[in-house]
């Protein structure tokens, strides 16, 4: 089985207070280990960024919150896809990447949990590669649950949103670990 | 604008005891409201039908559970495409089927909303679908959340995980409407 580390979206844009209210202030540095421990045992590490095609958005080209949040930077080498939608398959040559390197495993981690994070690890998993997702080096914002299509609904706070996204894709799709027991038992 | 009615996974197999305690009793009910609807004004009806890989799955053809639930049997001429994985556009001509059509629209309903619906909804936006989710012809079973990867995370109602999986797409990848909205005002 040969394992990449890909990471989804994590850019400066996405500090934009915009966002609302968000869990987990140490996805970043999470990631940070993942991709130092990736890079110490030559294995890939592939970073996906958003470039929005709303000009809206703080991760359009105008906002200038496309690039990259200096601990995910990519190295030497190292793929980097562009993508406009939140799938990182989609418009992307990354599956083609991933067969011809022979990469069948995947540990997904990024921002945002319920959006960009869960849409790849569930095209990833129906595409047949093993996923782990990182889930303590991802994070999400209280606004990527919009609840106003019931009325009575309350707000989901940010991390109830985080946590209802990993346990939806927990046991279906991936195998939700902590980073933390990814570096010392990658298996 | 062309707009189909897409059911996802309305099969026997999934009155199975062992999916555990659901939420909304009426989403198949909901789900042959919709496809009258299409059927009176003469819009396409697709149905999507999951034939799982695996023996003890409930959707095996060995359990008998992959036949249609009377609420949505096909009728004559409406195409049928089956799957193996969560999403309806993995492994079947369900993309080239829409294109060819000239449909550009979705209404999307059936079972369950976090895992094959919401799956089906993502890529369905991704590709560049116009999606409105029939959020009560869906339904969610409590099992449909595993909160076993963060210790002290409480199970999740069936309705939780339902509420959840819907305000994770709304306003993002669907417009979530209910079925009384979606007759009188199609919209």
Redesign the interface.
Same mark, same amino acid.
């Given at each position: 089985m040969t394992r990449a580390l890909l990471l989804i979206d994590i850019q400066t844009g996405l500090d934009n207070p915009g966002w609302g209210a968000r869990n987990n202030p140490d996805a970043e540095s999470n990631a940070a280990r993942l991709i130092a421990h990736f890079r110490a045992a030559g294995g890939p590490v592939i970073h996906i960024r958003h470039i929005s095609t709303n000009p809206d958005s703080p991760l359009s080209p105008d906002a200038g919150g496309t690039g990259f949040k200096p601990e995910a930077m990519p190295g030497p080498g190292e793929a980097v896809f562009e993508k406009s939608?939140?799938?990182a398959f989609?418009g992307t040559g990354l599956e083609a990447h991933l067969r011809d390197a022979g990469i069948d495993s995947l540990v997904i981690c990024g921002l945002t949990t319920?959006?960009c994070v869960?849409?790849t690890c569930? @095209?990833a998993?129906?595409?047949g590669f093993d996923v782990t997702l990182a !889930?303590d080096a991802c994070a999400a914002f209280a606004d990527?649950?919009?609840?106003?299509?019931?009325a009575g609904?309350p707000a @989901?706070s940010a991390d109830?949103?985080h946590?209802?996204?990993?346990? !939806?894709l927990?046991?279906?799709?991936v195998n939700?670990?902590a980073t933390d027991d990814i570096l010392t038992d990658p298996a």
């Amino acid at each position: 089985m040969t394992r990449a580390l890909l990471l989804i979206d994590i850019q400066t844009g996405l500090d934009n207070p915009g966002w609302g209210a968000r869990n987990n202030p140490d996805a970043e540095s999470n990631a940070a280990r993942l991709i130092a421990h990736f890079r110490a045992a030559g294995g890939p590490v592939i970073h996906i960024r958003h470039i929005s095609t709303n000009p809206d958005s703080p991760l359009s080209p105008d906002a200038g919150g496309t690039g990259f949040k200096p601990e995910a930077m990519p190295g030497p080498g190292e793929a980097v896809f562009e993508k406009s939608v939140n799938s990182a398959f989609i418009g992307t040559g990354l599956e083609a990447h991933l067969r011809d390197a022979g990469i069948d495993s995947l540990v997904i981690c990024g921002l945002t949990t319920p959006h960009c994070v869960s849409t790849t690890c569930r @095209m990833a998993a129906n595409l047949g590669f093993d996923v782990t997702l990182a !889930h303590d080096a991802c994070a999400a914002f209280a606004d990527n649950a919009d609840t106003g299509w019931r009325a009575g609904l309350p707000a @989901m706070s940010a991390d109830d949103v985080h946590a209802g996204a990993v346990s !939806h894709l927990h046991g279906e799709f991936v195998n939700a670990r902590a980073t933390d027991d990814i570096l010392t038992d990658p298996a």
